[in-house]
């Protein structure tokens, strides 16, 4: 398997998350013998911070080229604390999931047994695993 993969890590957690998972595909590159391209491209508060466009044109085109797109995280401290500020780094994330028709995300989630009583998603008779539902994972090929 011969992937391009566009690696967008974004904010916050987002660089320390997308470094470590692609350090899982490179493990799993070597193993299955795939070959990945990894192409790094910014979104978010450190696209503002660089460009002043939460979702630059290069990086929605890297991501529309690519055959599958991982992401770190978005959101930055200094943009949640300015009610004034006109661009934000969530507008980048509405704006790839809108050009790219994405629209949903499975997040596996577990319960702990202490905490069942505190959860509205969980019922303790219930053995199940739910899942979060944010944006369709998408894979052009």
Known sequence: MDLNIAILPGDGIG????EQ???????IAQKFNHQFNF???DVGGAAIDKTGNPLPDETLKICKESDAILFGAIGDFKYDQNP???VRPEQG??????SLGLFANIRPTAAY??????S???HP????????????????K
């Open 93 to 98: 994330l509405l704006k790839l999931r809108k």
């Open 39 to 41: 192409i790094y491209a």
């Open 120 to 122: 509205s998603g969980f």
């Open 15 to 18: 660089p320390e998350i997308t």
């Open 84 to 86: 004034d500020a006109k």
């Open 21 to 27: 998972a692609v350090k899982v595909l490179k493990a």
């Open 113 to 118: 047994e202490p905490l069942i009583h505190r």
């Open 125 to 140: 008779a219930a053995d199940c695993r739910f899942y979060q539902w944010q944006h369709r994972l998408h894979l052009h």
